[in-house]
C-alpha cells in the first residue's frame, strides 16, 4: 500500500462520498488526488489545479450495450462524460469529506455544462478507461474542470465540464 496515492480510493470509499449506484456508479477506483495547494484548503481560490485521476473498466455486462449498437459494441458519449464528471467530482473529495463523516453536512453535485466534448476513439467492451481531470476554475458552488479519458494511453475523449456544489446541513 505504500507505493499508493494518499487519496487512492477503492469502492467503499466511492460509494461513501457518491450517491450514485449501479447501473449509474461509473468509478470503479479513483487511483489520485493531488494539488498545488493544501488538499484540505476552503478556500475556493486554492481549488484550481486539483487533479484527479480515476477508472472505470468496461465490461460487456454494460446494460447500455444491449441497444447500442448491439453487433459492434460501443459505449455512448454520453456514459463517457458521466463517467468524467463523476471522477472530477472527487475534486473535493480531500476538503468535504471529513465535513460529511461528521454527520452534520450533505452535499450534491450537479452537472451542469458540457462545453467542447470530443469523443475520438471508440470504446468498448474489455477497456479500461482513464479519466484525468483538473479544476480549471471554481467561484463559490460553481466549479469547471478539463476531463480526457484515455485507453491504452491513446486519447478517446475530453470535454470541459462545469458543475455545482450544493452544500447543506444533513436531514433538513
Excluded at 133 to 151: I, N, Q
Aim: include cysteine; aromatic fraction near 10%; glycine fraction near 8%.
Amino acid at each position: 500500500m505504500s507505493n499508493k496515492s494518499p487519496f487512492y480510493l477503492e469502492q467503499k470509499e466511492i460509494q461513501a462520498f457518491l450517491p450514485h449506484r449501479y447501473p449509474f456508479l461509473m468509478v470503479d477506483r479513483i487511483l489520485e488526488i493531488s494539488g498545488p495547494n493544501a488538499m484540505d484548503d476552503d478556500n475556493p481560490k486554492n481549488k484550481i489545479g486539483i487533479k484527479v485521476i480515476g477508472l472505470k473498466n468496461v465490461t460487456m455486462n454494460e446494460p447500455y450495450f444491449t441497444g447500442h449498437f448491439p453487433e459492434m459494441p460501443i459505449m455512448p458519449g454520453v456514459q463517457i462524460i458521466e463517467a468524467m464528471a463523476q471522477v472530477s467530482s472527487f475534486s473535493m473529495y480531500p476538503s468535504m469529506i471529513k465535513r460529511l463523516q461528521k454527520g452534520d453536512e450533505q452535499f450534491q453535485c450537479f452537472l451542469v455544462g458540457v462545453d467542447g466534448a470530443r469523443f475520438r476513439v471508440p470504446v468498448t467492451p474489455g477497456d479500461s478507461i482513464r479519466f484525468e481531470t483538473e479544476v480549471t476554475g471554481c467561484r463559490t458552488s460553481m466549479w469547471t474542470f478539463m476531463g480526457k479519458a484515455y485507453v491504452d494511453g491513446k486519447l478517446v475523449a475530453e470535454a470541459k465540464l462545469m458543475a455545482n456544489l450544493i452544500v447543506g446541513k444533513a436531514n433538513g
